[in-house]
């Protein structure tokens, strides 16, 4: 199965303009190299310089930047930048419920500069969505357990949230069938485990369940957010649209008429979905200056990604490779109140510009998604 995906993988860098014969990978590193860009968790060689493994501080033969470039701050766990990068490759292949070009077709129409976000000015004289195939795709698990919970939220916050038996259920059945029931989750899941994040599918489940769906309060006290209802259904607080980074979720309010695209700040470099993109519209009478999300995903690939950034980056930006470019995630944490042994809720997790890979980059990644499996084979 692993020597699959990495066959996979470089069939989609392939198709990226970046061919390689997977029989022929060969990475070389500059003898006495003095940096851990693209070396952390590597194994002990004599010939460099300066070290990048697990124990180096021990040692004390660390390069100069491992601490910024290998270290998850504040666990003890090693995660460098790399391996994140190396994974979320892996996460984008496992992508099989991602819309086709024939089940998804956009029409981004004006693209504004930076400077012009805030102008609440409708350039667009079409919806953004001009064709969803929903019988193919809401049809699928993943699909259907989204669109169930989406519809339980106030949007404005300083409304309490109140649960029916049934809403709690359709959380956990998202969670299952997301995270449980696809390769994707169960890949996400695999990684965090042999990183000892976690020491079992079931506490892996209950930290997203407590992290995405747990209540906190944006607005006079009251139990009215999650970093679910933020990040996936939008909220209202302060006369504006406040989160709102899930493709479906605009397609949907867009399909009703309660929602008017005005125009694009950004467009991925993706010639394919999953693509990003950073959208101004008007939500039923209130404004969302940027609100960015990644287009043409499935429900798992959106909670994989905010979740792998905010488990091993939380509170900072996380950069993610998807079929050879990157996309960096921030993500924010609620600082208000907290959850288990002070774990805290997410608060919010969207994309930001996305951007091409140069070719040494590229080859960095192989050479990071090469050794992630080599760590994985017996």
């Known amino acids: 199965m692993k020597v699959i995906l990495v066959a996979l993988l470089c069939v989609t860098l392939f198709c990226q303009g970046y061919s390689i014969q997977l029989s022929h990978i ?15 968790d590597e194994k002990y060689n004599s010939q460099n310089q300066c070290h990048c493994n697990s124990k180096c501080t021990q040692y004390k033969n660390c390069c100069s930047d491992y601490t910024d470039l290998c270290k998850s701050e504040g666990s003890g766990i090693v995660i460098s930048d790399a391996e994140i990068k190396a994974v979320s490759e892996i996460l984008y292949a496992l992508d099989s419920n991602k819309a086709s070009a ?5 029409d981004p129409q004006a693209l504004v500069p930076d400077s012009q976000t805030s102008l609440q000015i409708d350039l667009s004289s079409g919806p953004l969505y001009r064709y969803v195939d929903e019988e193919a795709l809401f049809s699928r698990p993943t699909y259907a357990a989204l669109l ?5 939220y106030h949007r404005m916050t300083g409304q309490a949230e109140d649960f029916s038996p049934q809403q709690l259920a359709e959380q956990d059945t998202f969670l299952k069938e997301t995270m449980s029931n696809t390769k994707l989750g169960r890949e996400l899941f695999a990684f965090l485990y042999t990183k000892g994040i976690y020491s079992s599918e079931e506490e892996f489940i209950q930290d997203l369940k407590m992290m995405w769906f747990g209540l906190y309060s944006r607005n006079n006290k009251k139990m009215d957010s999650s970093g679910f209802e933020h990040v996936f259904a939008g909220e209202v607080k302060g006369g504006k649209v406040s989160g709102f980074h899930n493709w479906i979720q605009f397609y949907l309010l867009e399909k009703r008429g309660v929602l008017n695209y005005y125009s694009h700040s950004f467009d991925g470099p993706w010639a394919t979905y999953p693509d990003a993109m950073g959208m101004q519209f008007m939500w039923d009478g209130y404004f969302k200056q940027i609100g960015s999300a990644v287009i043409g995903s499935s429900p798992e690939f959106d909670l994989a990604i905010y979740s792998l950034c905010y488990i091993t980056r939380p509170g900072k930006q996380c950069h993610l490779s998807l079929g050879g470019n990157e996309l960096t995630v921030q993500t924010y944490t609620w600082e208000n109140s907290f959850y288990g042994n002070g774990k805290k809720f997410i608060a919010s997790a969207f994309p930001v510009t996305p951007r091409m890979k140069t070719s040494a980059e590229h080859h960095e990644i192989y050479r ?5 499996f080599l760590k994985l084979m017996p």
């Open 26 to 40: 060969c990475f070389c590193l500059p003898a006495g190299a003095t940096s851990c860009k693209g070396r952390c």
């Open 102 to 106: 024939s089940e998804l077709i956009i």
């Open 148 to 152: 169930a919970v989406l519809d339980n």
């Open 368 to 372: 990071a998604v090469w050794l992630y």
